[in-house]
DNA sequence: CTTTGTGCAAATTCTTTGCACCAAA
DNA sequence: TTTGGTGCAAAGAATTTGCACAAAG
């Protein structure tokens, strides 16, 4: 929990008990977690907890660059608290969401285009994951 | 209207009059249409038009290959009738989506791994349109 | 007839908003 | 104190569901 309130001054956020408490469960699990998972995973040991303040929370991490919101999962938002590139697999089975790292760095190049600014790039694999492909 | 019934049955999509006016539009207009964009087009020259049935069959032509669903835009899901491998963009300020021709094949190959079975590729990037830049 | 498709209304789910109270500087 | 943060309840928007009627084979 104190590093989780260091890791928010890095990018100048200040950490509230509530910014620690959402930005630690995001750093000890690398889930992808919906607003509702996070939710659900604090409001036991935090029972004033408001869904509005994890909304709000995730919000500004995104804004300051902290996070990144995925849009993989066409139902919910999701959060990730690694920034570097990377992809992401979604199992269309359990829905569950995997980083892909070790790709080639020419993946997340923007095309040359003088149509757009281009300032992010998001890749996504669907499919099967080993666990329900054994079904 | 008469390609669009003959389009249909080459995916096994029985063509009903809602059917090839939705898919008529789909071909006509590649815009990325979100559901609600469909109906309103629709609704003026069909006024007993569902939003359900545009729902039903946008699900329909999915499930069949007929078109993609597109998760680029968190806020509505958006489909696309061009299911060749191709890029999207998406413009952060007027939210338009265009397609990106002519990337390298290699970026649409699935990264060769044991842990999951990939059967589909998503590229998108994020910036600002051309249009928007000049503001 | 029998199956499949359509359309309405209601329900559900996710997210946002308005506003009052609390906390920190 | 003044600003920013939190939490509740209500509102809003997108999508799904249940069911009755219509259309097609």
Same mark, same amino acid.
């Given at each position: 929990?104190?590093?989780?309130?260091?890791?928010?001054?890095?990018?100048? +956020?200040?950490?509230?008990?509530?910014?620690?408490?959402?930005?630690?469960?995001?750093?000890?699990?690398? +889930?992808?977690?919906?607003?509702?998972?996070?939710?659900?995973?604090?409001?036991?040991?935090?029972?004033?907890?408001?869904?509005?303040?994890?909304?709000?929370?995730?919000?500004?991490?995104?804004?300051?660059?902290?996070?990144?919101?995925?849009? +993989?999962?066409?139902?919910?938002?999701?959060?990730?608290?690694?920034?570097?590139?990377?992809?992401?697999?979604?199992?269309?089975?359990?829905?569950?969401?995997?980083?892909?790292?070790?790709?080639?760095?020419?993946?997340?190049?923007?095309?040359?285009?003088?149509?757009?600014?281009?300032?992010?790039?998001? +890749?996504?694999?669907?499919?099967?994951?080993?666990?329900?492909?054994?079904?």
């Amino acid at each position: 929990m104190l590093e989780s309130h260091q890791y928010l001054r890095q990018f100048s +956020i200040k950490p509230s008990v509530q910014r620690s408490a959402v930005m630690n469960f995001l750093l000890k699990n690398r +889930i992808h977690p919906t607003i509702d998972e996070i939710y659900m995973a604090l409001s036991p040991t935090m029972p004033t907890l408001s869904k509005t303040t994890v909304y709000n929370t995730l919000d500004l991490f995104v804004e300051r660059g902290a996070v990144r919101a995925l849009s +993989i999962d066409e139902k919910n938002a999701r959060y990730d608290v690694d920034i570097s590139a990377h992809a992401h697999f979604r199992c269309r089975r359990c829905g569950a969401i995997h980083d892909i790292f070790n790709l080639n760095a020419a993946l997340f190049q923007a095309p040359e285009t003088t149509k757009f600014k281009i300032d992010a790039v998001e +890749i996504f694999y669907l499919g099967t994951c080993e666990k329900c492909s054994g079904n």
